[in-house]
């Protein structure tokens, strides 16, 4: 007999949605973090306080989830927040361009021309910004990737762009490396101004009421999941999203389906490998 796929599934691999309460028909799909989120949200919802969130963890550990669900969190109390795609961002021209447009969408106006240096960057942002009372919030993802990206000649520059935004607004910086590793760089300055959230990997409790909500049918491979996955969530839902494909009846549904998972995340997964599989998941 197979065992039916919830419909909700799919979307937790498949689309940038994430809820740490239900949200219409689906559970919800963000757990624990709840020291992480209060202490986020302490800086980035008090007014006048200029110190950048930080976001620090593993691969697959929750970054761009807790990033959005910040952005989404602070919207909610009035905030203008947008989210910067680091993925195009290889000058601080072109991080110019993807603010400006971020923040032009946020606040519902026009993108003005496209601008090329940071005075005049400042001035469009400053214009844009005429007329609202709030204060801007915006999410950049993959801060490291970004910084190792950019000519060695315009790293000083986008430092200080990213300098001048954390004295006047509000910033979330997400990255795999620790920002302590960058006190002697290019870095450093944006380190003095920001307040670290490390994210851990989850506890026992966490990543069962996380397996529960999603498939409770598959309650006899909890402990199996927690301790191949070693508390990561996405590996944790990773083994379980291959579960559910095979039928329930199936003999050697456990080993197909940890097999897949490990290949299905094993490029962007460097730390399970080192830290948590063994050696014949290794060598699949």
């Not at 762009?161 to 002697?184: A, C, F, G, Y």
Request: glycine share 4%; aromatic share 10%.
């Amino acid at each position: 007999m197979e065992t039916k796929q919830p419909s909700y599934l799919n979307v937790k691999f498949q689309a940038e949605v994430w809820h740490d309460e239900p949200a219409g028909d689906q559970p919800k799909d963000f757990f624990d973090r709840e020291e992480e989120k209060r202490k986020a949200l302490d800086v980035l919802l008090t007014p006048g306080v200029r110190q950048a969130v930080w976001i620090v963890g593993e691969r697959r550990a929750g970054k761009t989830s807790l990033l959005r669900l910040l952005l989404e969190k602070c919207r909610q109390k009035g905030l203008v927040a947008f989210e910067v795609p680091w993925q195009v961002i290889h000058s601080p021209e072109d991080f110019y361009r993807e603010y400006l447009s971020g923040l032009a969408k946020a606040l519902g106006t026009d993108m003005p021309a496209v601008v090329s240096e940071r005075s005049v960057f400042w001035e469009a942002m400053e214009q844009m910004k005429v007329g609202t009372k709030s204060e801007i919030l915006v999410g950049l993802d993959e801060i490291d990737a970004i910084l190792f990206s950019i000519d060695e000649d315009k790293k000083k520059e986008m430092v200080g762009v990213l300098m001048q935004i954390i004295q006047s607004n509000k910033l979330i910086l997400t990255s795999v490396r620790e920002p302590d590793l960058w006190i002697h760089g290019y870095g450093s300055p944006i380190i003095e101004q920001t307040v670290s959230v490390p994210l851990p990997p989850f506890s026992r409790d966490s990543l069962q009421e996380m397996l529960e909500s999603l498939a409770p049918q598959e309650n006899q491979f909890f402990e199996r999941i927690h301790n191949l996955s070693g508390g990561w969530p996405y590996y944790a839902k990773a083994i379980l999203y291959h579960l559910l494909q095979i039928p329930a009846d199936q003999t050697d549904r456990w080993d197909v389906a940890t097999r897949e998972a490990v290949q299905s995340i094993a490029p962007v997964c460097e730390h399970l490998y080192r830290d948590h599989w063994n050696q014949e998941e290794k060598r699949a």
